[in-house]
């Protein structure tokens, strides 16, 4: 009888202790699914911000939510057009040209690297009344797969680097080189007081498609307050500029307010 009773235990410890097991396993496998988070490449939209860990906060101590930016600001038809990867001293300014004849304004994505060379560029851009986004020091893609000082190095060089070339002028947002987000880099970004930002939607303008096919990407369906994503660095831009001189029309005619990007909503 003793010898059942002890059998019996035996069986009923082994559940518990491979439920401990297989918790202490998924404690220490939280970084493989934080990993979902980042997404290197280009356009990678669909897995950039999503938050894999349940207990994530979702502000950081600055009160910058830690969530990934997608909408415009604004109650309505509203709509962020966003410009990655400059300055450039070809394309910047006919950008920045095309902007001011559509009274739009604009966020842009600065390379810390390239602020740094065309300081005056970033003055001109931030004297237009256009939002400053950190985006890296060099634009590394790969920065969701490199260790956390790493990233901070990235992020917080690339802000001040902008931040030198216009003093006084806030830096607001930070977007990731080719959406790699990563848990980190988006508390990095939160706890410099810039919203960590991404886009819905993109006419992959920066592999040159051609206009048509850059105007039926962006007059396709829109999504509830777009955050519109284009470059003005990186190459050829002229059909990004040509893109941009029909688009703004088109969305003003349809009755879209300009705005940033939402900073402090969810």
């Given at each position: ?27 220490m ?18 897995a ?52 001011r ?16 060379k065309y ?8 004297a ?25 190095q ?28 990563t ?84």
């Amino acid at each position: 009888m003793g010898i059942t009773t002890s059998s019996a235990r035996r069986r009923r410890a082994v559940p518990a202790v491979a439920g401990a097991v297989l918790a202490l396993l998924a404690t220490m496998a939280t970084p493989a699914f934080a990993a979902a988070d980042s997404s290197a490449g280009r356009p990678a939209v669909g897995a950039a911000g999503r938050s894999a860990v349940g207990s994530e906060p979702a502000h950081g101590a600055t009160g910058i939510p830690l969530g990934i930016s997608r909408l415009a600001q604004g109650p309505g038809r509203d709509v962020a057009i966003t410009i990655d990867d400059g300055p450039d001293p070809r394309w910047t300014p006919q950008v920045l040209k095309v902007l001011r004849q559509n009274h739009v304004k604009a966020t842009f994505c600065m390379i810390g690297t390239r602020a740094q060379k065309y300081p005056d560029l970033v003055r001109a851009i931030a004297a237009d009344g256009h939002q400053l986004c950190d985006h890296s020091v060099d634009h590394d893609v790969t920065m969701d797969h490199k260790p956390v000082a790493y990233q901070r190095q990235q992020i917080l060089d690339g802000k001040a680097m902008i931040e030198k070339a216009v003093p006084g002028v806030a830096v607001t947002y930070y977007r990731a080189p080719g959406g790699a987000f990563t848990p980190d880099s988006r508390a990095i970004a939160a706890a410099s007081g810039m919203r960590p930002l991404g886009w819905s939607v993109d006419p992959r303008d920066w592999s040159r498609p051609g206009l048509p096919a850059i105007v039926a990407a962006l007059e396709g369906k829109l999504p509830r307050q777009p955050t519109v994503l284009f470059h003005d660095g990186g190459g050829d831009r002229s059909e990004t500029v040509a893109a941009l001189k029909e688009y703004l029309p088109w969305l003003a005619a349809r009755g879209y307010a300009f705005t940033f990007p939402a900073r402090t909503a969810p």
